[in-house]
């Protein structure tokens, strides 16, 4: 079942040298992506991952990707919708036959095919129209401003991506879904001095779900509230960030050879089960952070001490025969099954041989790429230079 993924994804190759020589170091490479999605129900894939792990990123990170979801930086701003349709059209795509790439792919992973697409366990809520709903799928990096562009990151302009042939073939299979196809131009770097790459893709759950995959469960609508009334002590609440489908980070670093390293995460909407002695604990710990204003002893912490009222001897005195307790059912806490958005990382180390198309494969998505050497145009001082 594998060689019908790799049958999909038809094209042409180049492979180069395994290895890069240090004289590369000065030399610019040309990093091209697709990272896609399997419409596959978690639930019937074996392999179990830790879900308190979600996406983390190093500080010292570019993050490309983010320059695309601001209109203040596109020469031509984005559609509400932040969908790329032209790239997700339906026409149909011929494929010249017999040309195969050369894909090197090592995983023993076998995609599913078959409609398995999940369904939401989280009611859609009011949208904010502040909040991008989704990323584009192509990068077009001709539509940056000059003025944000990184010299030392180059986004390749959307007519000149190479791998449409493998883009085509994926998003038109049902078991795929592409979310991000771009590339960029950089110099490699060694391990100790390469900066990862943030990517990110697809659709924000930020609306349903917090970073973590915990589930938003109040949605609380804003108060109009007059200047003159407003407490300028009061906590304002913070927005939550973006949590989209597929995030993390990717790093390419040379040493002798060059390599992939990749820390990916992809989202999808499931369930999770909180167990009764986590309940327990969980309201143990909000009851000590609380303060139980019914505890507290005004007259002790006014000073003020009181003596105690003397019985009268009329008073009606109850025996301990004549006190009833009423039972009380005590309900014990049960285990209970809430909506969690659950992340699956990828997290692989592949040595890049320089033009070939690599495939890493993931039971939930996977992820194409290709590194090949780039000359960058010669300026105008160059040329005289070389003329001379």
Do not use: C
């Not at 590369?24 to 074996?46: G, H, M, S, Y």
């Not at 970073?211 to 949605?219: E, L």
């Not at 489908?245 to 909180?274: C, M, P, S």
């Not at 958005?341 to 998505?365: A, C, K, T, W």
């Amino acid at each position: 079942m594998k060689k019908s993924l790799i049958s999909l994804l038809v094209g042409l190759s180049v492979g180069s040298s395994f290895a890069v020589s240090a004289a590369d170091q000065e030399r610019w490479f040309e990093v091209e992506v697709i990272l896609f999605e399997r419409n596959i129900n978690p639930a019937k894939v074996t392999e179990h991952w830790d879900q308190s792990l979600y996406p983390t990123y190093s500080k010292s990170n570019k993050n490309p990707m983010a320059l695309f979801i601001n209109d203040d930086n596109l020469i031509t701003p984005n559609s509400r919708h932040g969908i790329n349709t032209l790239a997700l059209g339906n026409e149909s795509n011929t494929v010249a036959s017999g040309l195969q790439p050369t894909i090197i792919d090592d995983s023993q992973t076998l995609p599913v095919f078959g409609a398995d697409r999940d369904e939401s366990v989280v009611q859609a809520v009011d949208t904010n129209a502040d909040i991008i709903k989704a990323t584009n799928v192509v990068i077009d990096g001709a539509n940056l401003k000059d003025s944000v562009k990184d010299p030392a990151l180059e986004i390749v302009p959307a007519s000149e991506l190479q791998l449409t042939a493998q883009f085509k073939a994926l998003n038109n299979h049902a078991n795929y879904n592409v979310v991000l196809h771009s590339a960029w131009r950089m110099q490699p770097k060694d391990r100790n001095e390469a900066v990862p790459i943030r990517l990110f893709a697809g659709h924000n759950y930020q609306q349903q779900y917090q970073p973590n995959g915990d589930v938003i469960t109040q949605q609380i609508e804003p108060v109009v509230t007059p200047i003159s009334a407003l407490d300028v002590s009061a906590e304002l609440a913070e927005p939550t960030a973006p949590v989209w489908k597929i995030d993390g980070e990717l790093t390419i670093y040379l040493e002798h050879y060059l390599y992939a390293k990749t820390n990916l995460f992809v989202r999808k909407e499931g369930t999770k089960t909180i167990t009764a002695k986590e309940s327990i604990a969980a309201e143990s710990q909000e009851s000590n952070q609380a303060t139980n204003v019914e505890n507290i002893d005004l007259l002790a912490l006014l000073g003020i001490h009181l003596e105690p009222k003397a019985a009268e001897h009329n008073g009606v005195v109850l025996s301990n025969a004549e006190v009833t307790v009423e039972e009380t059912n005590i309900i014990e806490p049960q285990d209970k099954t809430v909506p969690f958005l659950n992340s699956y990382p990828m997290q692989q180390l592949r040595v890049i041989r320089s033009g070939e198309i690599h495939y890493l494969d993931h039971p939930m998505f996977g992820m194409l790429i290709q590194i090949r050497k780039y000359e960058q145009p010669m300026t105008k001082d160059t040329t005289l230079k070389t003329a001379k």
